[in-house]
Nanobody, 117 residues
Framework: QVRLVESGGGLVQAGGSLRLSCAAS????????VRWLRQYPGKQRELVAS???????YYADSVKGRFAISRDNAKSTVDLQMNSLEAEDTAVYYC???????????WGQGTQVTVSS
């Protein structure tokens, strides 16, 4: 069983920065692909960024050049550094982890990010 806990959300002015962190319990975290997704009210969750067990990263076009995903396997954490935040980044952000070779995805509870314009 894997438990994911997100932290770091909050209220920030446009142009500011926030750093989200996803902390995982359980073993073999280094084998997980970890994704950050966000959800607007009434919309489906959309992929923001991901990082594989090997360190390969992916970013949605809307956040390229502004967001950076990183992982620390020793601490079992994956962070999302968010810079130059825009009002359109306001959403609930979720961390999701998928063990290698598994079709199952573990989810965190989500953290609210609000960017004031």
């Amino acid at each position: 069983q894997v438990r994911l806990v997100e932290s770091g959300g909050g209220l920030v002015q446009a142009g500011g920065s926030l750093r989200l962190s996803c902390a995982a319990s359980g073993s073999q975290f280094n084998t997980y692909c970890v994704r950050w997704l966000r959800q607007y009210p009434g919309k489906q969750r959309e992929l923001v960024a991901s990082i594989t067990s090997g360190g390969s990263t992916y970013y949605a076009d809307s956040v390229k050049g502004r967001f950076a995903i990183s992982r620390d396997n020793a601490k079992s954490t994956v962070d999302l550094q968010m810079n130059s935040l825009e009002a359109e980044d306001t959403a609930v952000y979720y961390c999701a982890a998928q063990p290698r070779g598994s079709a199952y995805t573990y989810w965190g509870q989500g953290t609210q990010v609000t960017v004031s314009s």
